[in-house]
C-alpha cells in the first residue's frame, strides 16, 4: 500500500501510560484502517515487555521494532528500549539514543518524523506521563495538517504530559482514552475527502461560495487577510478544519463557522500556524555562523550598530537562536557593540509567549548544553531565556506585506514564510528585504525557499543554507504605505513609473524620504520605554552609548556615557513626573580624543489617548549649531 493511503498515529505516553494505552486499543476493532505506533517513555525494563502488555487488549496484532520495517495498517508497533524510532518512505527506523537529551524526549523526536512524512495522514495522541515530552512533536504534526489528541487531564493518571500539549493551543480534541479511537477513525474517512476539496476542478460552485463566505467571515471577525497566501494552503487548512469536526463539505463548514465564533479564532490559528524550534536546521545555522555573523562585526566601531530582523517570528525561538550568536561574537570584542533584534509576528498570542521566553524542558532540547547553560535559566519544568538575551530583542506586532519595513537592517531572518505565500507576495516580500537591508546585508532563508523572481536583488552565499547577500541594485517597488492591502486587490496603481518598473531608492515614497532626511539632518536620538529601557535608536545615536565590559546592558541610563548620565536620568525622572518636556543644557561629554557640548532633550508621549504614552524620545543636540525652540524644563547642567 503507499504512503499516505491510510493515517499513521502516534501514540505518546510515560508515566501512568501503560494504562491509558490499553484502554486506548481496547476500543480499536480488527479492521480501522489505521496504523499504531506505540512511544512509551519508560525504563527499559518496562519498555521491554510493553508488547506483550498491549497484546492481551489489543485486537490486532501488536509487534516490537526490531529492524526497518513497512507500516501496515491494522497493526501496532512498539518502540524497543533504549532505541528512537522514526518515520519515512512508509517505514519504521530505527536509531541508537545519543545522549540524555535524546532520551529525554523520544516523543517528539518521532512526532517530528511522522508529520514530515504523512503529512494529512498523520494524528497524535499524548496520553498520561509526566513532564513536557510530546509537546514540541506535535507541533510539527500540526503544521503539516494532521490531527492532535490530548487524554483529559482529569482521567490521566500523570496530567503533565496532557497539560503540556494542551498549552500549545493546538490540540483538537481533549477526551477520555476510550473516545479517542472513535474520533481517528472519524478523522480518517474525513481525510478521503480532502482531496476533492483541494482540487480546483473538484469543487463546485457551491463550495466556491461558501469559501469567499469563510475568507469574508474571517477578515470581519479577525481583520486578518489571506488574499497573499497561497490558495491551496488555505484550502488544506480548511479542509483539515472539516475533517477535525468530521463535516461532509465546505458549505457544511461554512454553517458551523457562522454559528460558532470561536471556530473562527481555531481556523485562524490553524492559518497561522509557524512550527519552530530553536537551530532548526541545523546545518544551516552553522554557516550562519561560520559565513555571515563574522561579516556582520567587521569593520566596525563601538558608535555602530547591528540590526537584525527576523519575520514570522512565531514564539521566538529563531530569535534567540540568531540572538545567541550574535551575543556570543559581540562578547569575543574588546567593547562590544550595540545589537539590536527585531522579532515581528502577525499572531498576537505567539508574541507573548515569545517575550515572555519561557520553554520547556523538550523545547530546549535542541539548545546545544554550552549554550543552555549559558543563556538560560533553569525553572521548574523549562527554562527561561536569561534577561541580557531577551533584552537585545524587541518584539512587535508587524505585517511585512502590509506595514512599513524596518531599515537599515544588517540581516534578515525570513525562515517559512516565503512557503506559504503565493507567487506575487513571495516576490513583494524579496523587494521588501531587498529595501529594508543596507547594500551588502544578509537574508536568511528556509530550508525549501528560495528567491526565484528576485534573483537579480541577490547574490548566493551558500546555496545549501540558503544564505543570500543583498546586491546594490536599485528597488523595484515602494515600500508598503500604511492603509494599503498590499497584493489584494484595493492597491491602487503605483504613481510614475509602472508597478515592478525598477525605480531610485530616492523615490520609494515621502515617508522613507522623511525618515532619511530626518536621520541625517535631526540630532541623534533614542526611544525609551516607562522603564527608560532603549527600544529603537536614531542611525547616529550609539556614539553616545559606552560599553565598559560584562554583560551589555539595555537601559540607557546605565548604558549612556558616564558624563551624560546624572544630567540624563534628572531629566528623565522629571519628564516622567511632570509630563512635560526636560531640556539639559550645556552637558560636555568626552568622545574619543574631544569634548562635546551638548543639549540633552527629553521629550515624553503627552497625549492621554495615544497608545505609545509612557515612551520617550531622548535628544542629542549640538547646542553649538542647534537651539531647541520649543519650551521645556530646564534641569542643571554639568558646565565643569
Not at 70 to 93: C, F, K, T
Not at 318 to 344: C, G, K, N
Not at 608 to 632: C, I, K, Q
Request: proline fraction near 7%; charge should be negative; include cysteine.
Amino acid at each position: 500500500m503507499a504512503e499516505r493511503d491510510f493515517v499513521v498515529v502516534g501514540l505518546g505516553a510515560s508515566a501512568g501510560g501503560i494504562q491509558a494505552v490499553r484502554t486506548f486499543f481496547e476500543r480499536v476493532p480488527k479492521d480501522s484502517g489505521l496504523a499504531y505506533v506505540v512511544i512509551l517513555h519508560l525504563s527499559p525494563e518496562h519498555e521491554s515487555h510493553l508488547a506483550e502488555v498491549l497484546q492481551t487488549s489489543a485486537s490486532i496484532p501488536v509487534v516490537q521494532v526490531s529492524e526497518r520495517v513497512r507500516v501496515e495498517p491494522n497493526r501496532v508497533y512498539v518502540i524497543p528500549p533504549n532505541q528512537r524510532l522514526s518515520m519515512g518512505d512508509g517505514h519504521l527506523a530505527l536509531s541508537d539514543v545519543g545522549g540524555a537529551g535524546e532520551r529525554r524526549a523520544p516523543v517528539d523526536f518521532f512526532f517530528r518524523t511522522l508529520g514530515d512524512s504523512q503529512g494529512a495522514h498523520a494524528a497524535c495522541v499524548i496520553l498520561s506521563g509526566t513532564g513536557a515530552n510530546g509537546s514540541m512533536g506535535l507541533k510539527r504534526v500540526k503544521e503539516r495538517g494532521g490531527l492532535c489528541l490530548a487524554q483529559d487531564p482529569s482521567e490521566a493518571q500523570h496530567d503533565d504530559m496532557p497539560r503540556a500539549a494542551m498549552a500549545t493551543g493546538l490540540v483538537d480534541h481533549v477526551v477520555r482514552a476510550a473516545d479517542m479511537p472513535a474520533i481517528l477513525m472519524a478523522f480518517s474517512r474525513a481525510v478521503e475527502s480532502l482531496p476533492a476539496v483541494d482540487d480546483p476542478a473538484a469543487r463546485t460552485a457551491p463550495d466556491e461560495h461558501a469559501l469567499r463566505e469563510i475568507f469574508r467571515e474571517v477578515r470581519r471577525r479577525t481583520g486578518h487577510e489571506f488574499s497573499n497566501y497561497k490558495r491551496s494552503t488555505v484550502i488544506r487548512r480548511i479542509a483539515r478544519r472539516i475533517a477535525v469536526h468530521q463535516l461532509s463539505d465546505v458549505p457544511a463548514y461554512a454553517r458551523y463557522l457562522f454559528e460558532r465564533p470561536d471556530e473562527t479564532r481555531a481556523l485562524l490559528k490553524d492559518l497561522l500556524i509557524s512550527v519552530t524550534h530553536f537551530f532548526r536546521d541545523p546545518e544551516a545555522f552553522a554557516a550562519l555562523e561560520q559565513l555571515v555573523v563574522p561579516r556582520l562585526f567587521e569593520g566596525r566601531s563601538e558608535e555602530d550598530q547591528i540590526r537584525v530582523w527576523v519575520p514570522g517570528c512565531a514564539t521566538g525561538e529563531e530569535a534567540y537562536s540568531i540572538a545567541v550568536l550574535l551575543a556570543e561574537r559581540a562578547a569575543d570584542l574588546p567593547r562590544p557593540l550595540l545589537v539590536q533584534v527585531f522579532a515581528t509576528d502577525i499572531d498576537e498570542e505567539a508574541m507573548t509567549a515569545a517575550r515572555e521566553g519561557v520553554y520547556t524542558l523538550n523545547d530546549a532540547a535542541d539548545v546545544p548544553p554550552e549554550r543552555l547553560r549559558r543563556f538560560f535559566v533553569a525553572e521548574g519544568q523549562g527554562y527561561v531565556v536569561r534577561k541580557e538575551l531577551r533584552e537585545m530583542i524587541l518584539f512587535a506586532h508587524h505585517n511585512i506585506l502590509r506595514d512599513p519595513p524596518f531599515a537599515h537592517l544588517d540581516l534578515v531572518s525570513c525562515r517559512n514564510l516565503l512557503i506559504y505565500l503565493n507567487p506575487s507576495a513571495q516576490e513583494r516580500l524579496l523587494d521588501v528585504v531587498h529595501f529594508a537591508l543596507r547594500p551588502g546585508g544578509y537574508l536568511f532563508l528556509g530550508t525549501a525557499e528560495s528567491i526565484e523572481g528576485r534573483a537579480e536583488l541577490f547574490v548566493p552565499v551558500d546555496r545549501e543554507a540558503h544564505l543570500f547577500q543583498s546586491r546594490g541594485v536599485p528597488a523595484r517597488i515602494p515600500i508598503p504605505l500604511p492603509g494599503l492591502t498590499v497584493g489584494g486587490h484595493s492597491e491602487p496603481p503605483a504613481a510614475g513609473p509602472r508597478a515592478g518598473q525598477p525605480i531610485s531608492r530616492e523615490r520609494l515614497s515621502f515617508g522613507e524620504l522623511h525618515y532619511r532626511l530626518l536621520e541625517q539632518y535631526a540630532p541623534p536620538s533614542i526611544l525609551v520605554n516607562e522603564a527608560y529601557d532603549i527600544v529603537h535608536l536614531s542611525e547616529h545615536a550609539g556614539r553616545y552609548l559606552y560599553h565598559a565590559g560584562g554583560e551589555p546592558s539595555r537601559n540607557l541610563v546605565t548604558a549612556v556615557r558616564p558624563d551624560l548620565r546624572l544630567e540624563l536620568r534628572t531629566a528623565l525622572y522629571q519628564a516622567a513626573q511632570q509630563r512635560v518636556p526636560v531640556q539639559a543644557r550645556g552637558v560636555r561629554c568626552q568622545i574619543g580624543d574631544r569634548t562635546e557640548v551638548i543639549d540633552l532633550v527629553v521629550r515624553p508621549v503627552l497625549r492621554p489617548d495615544d497608545p505609545a504614552r509612557g515612551y520617550f524620545v531622548v535628544l542629542f543636540v549640538d547646542s553649538t549649531v542647534v537651539e531647541v525652540a520649543a519650551p521645556a524644563a530646564v534641569v542643571g547642567a554639568n558646565r565643569s
